[in-house]
């Protein structure tokens, strides 16, 4: 049956929550759903990659330039945007969309399903957010939480109609040999190097890689991080302080990170929180070494039949992962070949939408009887 949905989020330039709209968008439209989505921006041309990326996979994109504390008016435009359209699901992504999006689009008369990407704690501001959002989550159709730990804490929380849907990965890059990844990025051929991929924020645990790099067991290792966010300066002068700065390249955000990923000999999630990593799924498919901390919903995705897994906030638990895959190449190289065959079987595209159709035509049958 063919569905109209809307998607609606607040994106950044890149991230894990932006990849998974992007490819949930594209599949829906191409499986002939009528797929629309509202992206509400600080500027004109904000996150104009991951917009115009939607926009030539054929989903349509109405950006709603917002100074962010516009809250009524943002309120109105997306009312009237979901009143004009009137389609049978508004799917949010994200606590401001989840908040202001979610209420904008009952009040124009749509369903309303959510998908929790996870929390990130931080500040006292993001934490009012989210408990805004907490609170939101009960006056939904349907929240989708996006690994099982998650979901049991917001069953915890005696929300109506929670399901656990994994992310899907879906190979949006053609993924490159090492030697060419490592010229892109301007890296020496024949060093080891770590990569760490992922928005320099508190909860990515980015400091607690750049702390293993002081342990003795991996002191002549390189790192390379990817991204880019708040904790760059923070993390610049940690860096200094344990005098590890001329061992890392600091390359911004990179929108083909995920072609990229064979530049590096591990790549490593020292996270203090997670929901489902797109990076996670990304590096297992391209078949790279991984150390990643036993959070979320990381140990789902992978055992230590396919990656190292540490606890976190524990750098030198983080370096002997590494010294280990260093020392013993023949069994990381199993590691990752489980870890691909993983991700294939387990984490396609396909039966994730087919789960996403399935929830929006529940919660289209629970509001029909509620209103019949």
Not at 113 to 126: A, C, Q
Request: aromatic residues 6%.
């Amino acid at each position: 049956m063919q569905q109209s949905i809307i998607h609606l989020v607040t994106p950044a330039e890149v991230g894990g929550l932006e990849s998974t709209v992007q490819v949930l968008a594209a599949g829906q439209h191409a499986r002939g759903h009528d797929v629309r989505v509202i992206a509400s921006i600080g500027a004109p041309n904000a996150a104009a990659a991951w917009i115009n990326g939607l926009r030539n996979l054929g989903v349509p994109v109405i950006p709603i330039v917002s100074s962010g504390r516009d809250y009524l008016g943002d309120w109105r435009r997306i009312r009237r945007e979901c009143a004009d359209y009137a389609p049978d699901v508004v799917h949010t992504h994200g606590y401001r969309a989840d908040v202001l999006g979610g209420g904008a689009a009952r009040a124009a008369g749509c369903r309303t399903v959510t998908t929790v990407h996870g929390f990130i704690g931080g500040d006292w501001k993001n934490r009012m957010y989210e408990r805004l959002q907490r609170h939101a989550f009960r006056h939904f159709d349907a929240v989708v939480a996006v690994s099982r730990r998650m979901g049991e804490q917001l069953s915890e929380r005696s929300l109506p109609q929670v399901h656990v849907v994994p992310n899907a990965f879906s190979s949006r890059h053609q993924i490159v040999a090492q030697d060419e990844a490592r010229a892109a990025l301007g890296l020496s051929p024949d060093e080891f190097r770590i990569g760490w991929v992922g928005r320099l924020s508190h909860e990515k645990g980015a400091d607690v890689m750049i702390q293993a790099l002081a342990d003795q067991s991996i002191s002549d290792v390189q790192l390379s991080i990817i991204g880019d966010g708040p904790e760059r300066k923070h993390l610049v002068r940690l860096a200094g302080s344990l005098g590890a700065e001329d061992r890392i390249a600091w390359h911004g955000v990179r929108y083909d990170a995920p072609a990229l990923l064979r530049a590096f000999d591990v790549l490593v999630l020292s996270s203090r929180t997670e929901g489902t990593p797109i990076v996670l799924l990304e590096t297992m498919a391209a078949g790279v070494p991984i150390v990643a901390t036993a959070v979320g919903g990381v140990p789902d995705v992978v055992s230590n039949e396919h990656a190292l897994l540490v606890e976190p906030e524990n750098p030198s638990a983080i370096a002997r992962a590494i010294d280990t895959i260093r020392r013993d190449g023949r069994a990381a190289q199993c590691r990752t070949w489980r870890a691909a065959q993983r991700v294939a079987r387990d984490y396609a595209v396909g039966p994730w939408i087919d789960q996403y159709e399935q929830i929006y035509e529940s919660a289209m049958r629970a509001r029909a009887r509620s209103v019949a």
